[in-house]
């Protein structure tokens, strides 16, 4: 009876131990990939930043440890704080105009209407074409002097307005790659509005419209109590996205005119890949990975009170 | 009575109506202004003179095939700028990437989901936890990194090759928690009945997983494609010369030319976004799910 169970016992674990030695092999690749291109570089830049590392070392010059000077230049960094404070700018008008946007283009195409599936396509079909695509197209129709939007801007202000240099102007260029932006990631946070939608209960409706609830009323007591979670996630994963953001500016201004449209990552890449300085554009990446910690915690501790209540 | 009920039903019906054009009406709107820069990028495209379509671009002409029209532009970007080899660099470095992905990332999410071993709670939480570092925070220092990686062929930098674009971005947190999030989803009885069987789990993964997987493969597929049929920041750092070039590069280089040839840029641009539009005509409905399903995290 008991060397019975010892025997059961032992056939159980070599059982499991090849199920555990199956599951670090199917493992293994993706383990080892993150750890080389995700988790070293990681770690390298938190050690990089208070070294002045360069991209090809000088063999006269070893790298040294410089302790905070990196993060102390950093904030007398007129670029990189004119790149900080575009990218709040960039979040603060186009997070709410891009979800108020994505979320009314959610409620249209949520009808049920002819031809609604065609729009929906069409809304859509910027988030397919390729940022630098729609950077070059976009610098074409903001072509100073004579581009078709100084020719749109004209002929709606019967000739009052224009025509204005738009990425050539301090003011301007950073609202004009702000508008090409929305264009291009209207249509992503639509389907994610979309399914949503899709989602709410018609019950709900059902009861608002017995209680005499009116459409307006509807949307503002029933949809947006239900896309809570929706909008948060649209939110903060726009806010990210504007902290990332790179292509657009690269392509049509590269943070000029003035470091008028300067931004972190651009900023970044210069510094590193541009002038070299892999420590100092180190140090930019640590601050730039915490705004995102930040906003990434952020969502999920809102996700989880929702959680907690419901 | 009846005439009173008449004119209510006449006047909800005329209200009915009313709100069915107007709604009609800005949706129609809504989509010239998210498609005009497209059109404008074709018709400019196929207007085979350069002065045509300067001259046209400030007026509705912008978006009327006039004047001599005609695959020229299209020519020229194939004869000067090397299009076919950077559409197939680009199409090597998407088409690996993408299908190492889907075998790596799902092979681990298998082992997560279904699995028993020791540290699997703890791998998973590591996890989900890599999927909060944005690349970019990490690219400099790749960038050093790679530029002193040796390579079978003897090489000691990855600079200025394919594998510097694929094999970083094969292994991918989000993927794997999306396989991870399908896996523990699918019903244990068929799994449990081919061990039985005496089945070994690789071929359990690949005979019953796999082909009850595929909305889950494609949304990555999709996801993944996606992003990197863009790239730009990556491929801007590691490739000098054109021989391995992505599309976006390419593009960019080209854009950087003066005198700035608006005609074929336009008919550059038009072969990088119709290939991907057309795919994505015909998966629409998948496109449209692995977006929304990108939505459900955290």
Redesign the interface.
């Known amino acids: 009876m008991t060397v019975d169970t010892t025997k059961k016992t032992h056939a159980m674990t070599s059982q499991?131990r090849s199920?555990?030695g199956?599951?670090?092999l199917?493992?293994a690749?993706?383990?080892i990939?993150?750890t080389?291109?995700?988790?070293?570089?990681?770690i390298?830049?938190i050690g990089?930043s208070f070294t002045d590392?360069r991209?090809i070392p000088n063999p006269n010059l070893p790298t040294r440890f410089v302790g905070l000077r990196n993060y102390i230049r950093l904030l007398k960094d007129e670029a990189f704080l004119r790149g900080l404070v575009n990218n709040f700018y960039f979040v603060l008008v186009v997070v709410p105009i891009q979800t108020t946007l994505a979320l009314f283009?959610a409620i249209?195409?949520n009808?049920k209407?002819k031809?609604v599936n065609l729009?929906?396509?069409?809304?859509?079909?910027?988030?397919?074409?390729?940022?630098?695509?729609?950077a070059?197209?976009?610098?074409?129709?903001y072509?100073p002097g004579?581009?078709?939007i100084?020719?749109f801007i004209q002929a709606i202000s019967f000739g009052q307005l224009g025509p204005y240099r738009w990425l050539q102007d301090t003011k301007l260029v950073f609202p004009s790659i702000m508008l090409l932006s929305i264009?291009q990631g209207?249509?992503?946070q639509m389907?994610?509005y979309?399914?949503?939608l899709q989602d709410i209960p018609g019950e709900l409706y059902e009861a608002a419209e017995v209680d005499g609830a009116n459409k307006i009323q509807q949307l503002l007591y029933v949809t947006l109590p239900q896309l809570r979670n929706?909008t948060i996630?649209?939110v903060l994963s726009t806010t990210?996205l504007a902290f990332?953001l790179?292509?657009q500016v690269?392509?049509m201004t590269k943070g000029g005119p003035q470091n008028a449209s300067m931004t972190t990552?651009v900023h970044?890449?210069h510094q590193?890949?541009g002038n070299l300085k892999?420590g100092y554009?180190?140090a930019i990446?640590?601050v730039?990975?915490f705004i995102?910690?930040g906003v990434?915690l952020l969502?999920?501790r809102f996700?989880r009170e929702e959680r907690e209540v419901a | 009575m009846t005439t009173a009920t008449k004119v209510h039903s006449t006047a909800y019906r005329v209200r009915k109506t009313t709100r069915h054009v107007a709604t009609h009406a800005l949706m129609i709107l809504l989509a010239f202004f998210f498609l005009f820069p497209l059109i404008f990028m074709l018709v400019s495209s196929l207007k085979n003179d350069e002065m045509q379509v300067t001259a046209d671009m400030s007026s509705l002409y912008a978006f009327i095939p006039r004047g001599d029209i005609g695959f020229q532009n299209y020519i020229d970007v194939f004869q000067n700028l090397e299009f076919g080899r950077l559409m197939l660099n680009s199409v090597i470095i998407v088409g690996s990437t993408v299908l190492l992905g889907l075998m790596v990332n799902s092979l681990i999410a298998y082992a997560l989901a279904r699995l028993s071993f020791k540290g699997r709670t703890i791998l998973l939480s590591v996890i989900i936890a890599l999927i909060i570092i944005p690349f970019e925070s990490v690219a400099v220092p790749l960038l050093l990194l790679v530029n002193n990686l040796p390579w079978i062929n003897g090489a000691t930098s990855w600079l200025d090759t394919y594998h510097v674009q694929i094999i970083p971005f094969i292994a991918d947190a989000f993927s794997i928690f999306l396989f991870y999030q399908f896996f523990i989803g699918l019903p244990k009885d068929l799994e449990e009945a081919a061990l039985v069987d005496g089945a070994s789990r690789l071929r359990i993964f690949w005979n019953i997983i796999l082909p009850l997987s595929r909305p889950v493969f494609a949304t990555v597929a999709i996801l993944q494609f996606l992003t990197h049929w863009g790239d730009f920041l990556w491929p801007l750092m590691v490739t000098r010369g054109p021989d391995v070039r992505p599309l976006t590069i390419g593009m960019q280089a080209f854009f950087g030319q003066d005198p700035r040839l608006w005609g074929d840029l336009m008919a550059f641009a038009s072969m990088i976004t119709l290939p991907v539009l057309f795919v994505f005509l015909l998966f629409q409905k998948w496109f449209v799910q692995s977006v929304a399903s990108s939505g459900i995290k955290g």
């Open positions: 499991q199920e555990a199956m599951a670090w199917f493992s690749p993706a383990l990939l993150l080389i291109f995700l988790v070293v570089p990681f390298m830049a990089l590392q991209l283009l249209l195409v009808q209407i031809g729009y929906r396509t069409i809304y859509f079909t910027p988030v397919v074409t390729t940022m630098v695509v729609v070059i197209i976009w610098t074409f129709l072509n004579k581009g078709l100084n020719a264009w209207a249509g992503f389907v994610i979309l399914a949503g929706t996630f649209v990210i990332k790179f292509t690269e392509v990552i970044l890449v590193g890949w892999v554009a180190s990446s640590i730039f990975f995102v910690l990434s969502q999920r996700l």
